[in-house]
C-alpha cells in the first residue's frame, strides 16, 4: 500500500547533506523510484554499503515516524510526489520505550522520546564515543548519555515531513 507523506514525522532536525536533495528530487520528478534494486545499484556506484529502504516507525498510538530515509523523503515531497510507493519503504513496529531505553546490545546508543525530541542529523561522532565507552563500562556509557544529552537530541520544533520542509525552505531553495 502507498503511504502518503503527509502522515509521516520525522525524528531528525536536519539532513546531513543537504547538497544531494535537489539531484534527487529531480530523479523523484523523472519517474525514479527508491526501490531496493536502485539503491543497490547506486550503492555500487558510489561505494556505500547502506542500501535500505525508506524505514517507517509505527508506534502504538499509530503515529508514524521516519526512522531511516528523511533525505529521500524530503526529495520525494519536492520532487512532486505526495506519497511512497509500497517498494520504496518497509514498517516496523516500535514501543515509545522500546526508542526511550539504552540498549546498546543493538547498537541503539542515542535513546529519546520522538514525541517530544528530535535528533541531530549526523550521529557518528556521537555514537564512536557511546560505543567505546560501552566497552569499558556500560554503565558509564549511560552516565555518559545522561549528562550529554543535548549533543544528540534537541526538543522538537516541527512534527511533520511538511513542517520540517516549510522550516527548512530557505535552504532548500539555496540548494
Known amino acids: ?63 508514524k515516524y521516519i526512522h531511516d ?8 515531497y519536492l520532487g512532486g510526489r505526495d506519497f511512497l510507493f509500497e517498494e520504496e519503504y518497509i514498517i516496523k513496529e ?14 541503539w546508543y542515542t535513546p ?4 517530544t525530541h528530535l535528533r541531530i542529523a549526523n550521529l557518528l561522532d556521537f555514537k564512536e564515543k557511546v560505543k567505546k565507552l560501552c566497552e569499558q563500562s556500560q554503565k558509564d556509557a549511560l552516565d555518559w548519555i545522561s549528562s550529554n544529552f543535548f549533543a544528540y537530541k534537541h526538543l522538537r520544533q516541527f512534527s511533520t515531513l511538511e513542517e520540517f520542509i516549510f522550516h527548512f ?5 539555496e540548494k
Open 69 to 76: 530515509g528523511l533525505h529521500r523523503c524530503v526529495a520525494t
Open 94 to 107: 516500535w514501543k515509545y520505550e522500546d526508542y526511550i531505553e539504552f540498549a546498546p546490545e543493538n547498537e
Open 169 to 173: 525552505n530557505e535552504k532548500l531553495n
Open 112 to 115: 529519546f522520546d520522538p514525541r
Open 1 to 63: 500500500m502507498n503511504i502518503k507523506l503527509i502522515e509521516l514525522n520525522v525524528m531528525q532536525e536536519s539532513l546531513r547533506h543537504w547538497e544531494d536533495i535537489q539531484d534527487m528530487s529531480y530523479f523523484v520528478s523523472n519517474g525514479g523510484k527508491w526501490t531496493k534494486d536502485f539503491l543497490e545499484n547506486y550503492s555500487l556506484k558510489i561505494n556505500s554499503k547502506n542500501s535500505s529502504l525508506i524505514v517507517i516507525s509505527v508506534f502504538e498510538d499509530g503515529k
